[in-house]
């Protein structure tokens, strides 16, 4: 089923965004709830994250797809538009692959309220 939001929450402390992180948040939905026979998902940079999910997961190859929402992949180049864009890909339907962005614009004054420095 088609979530459009974020299923998990992650703190992120110092060093930015990691593959680690996402890789983590997979395998939290996974434990909650392991008869998951596949998981679409959008990330910002699909293309590294999968390369590195099937080098670290190789059992998640074809249970985990992930794709870069729309407006992300326009800083991409051209192989990444024909491989992970969200309207080339079955199971995707016309979905944007930014609505968490939205939540994050909702909340962000409760983001910069909470930060540790």
């Not at 974020?6 to 703190?11: E, K, M, S, V, Y």
């Not at 079955?90 to 994050?104: A, K, R, S, V």
Request: glycine share 8%.
């Amino acid at each position: 089923c088609f979530h459009g939001t974020n299923l998990r929450f992650l703190n992120i402390y110092g060093g930015g965004e990691r593959h680690s992180h996402a890789i983590r948040m997979i395998e939290a939905i996974l434990d909650d709830v392991p008869e998951i026979q596949s998981i679409n998902m959008c990330y910002d940079v699909a293309c590294v994250l999968e390369s590195a999910l099937h080098k670290y997961k190789p059992e998640w190859k074809e249970t985990i797809r992930a794709r870069i929402g729309r407006f992300h992949l326009y800083g991409h180049e051209h192989s990444c538009h024909v491989l992970y864009n969200l309207l080339r890909t079955q199971g995707y339907g016309l979905m944007i692959g930014e609505e968490p962005e939205h939540l994050w614009f909702i909340i962000l004054h409760l983001i910069k309220s909470g930060r540790v420095s």
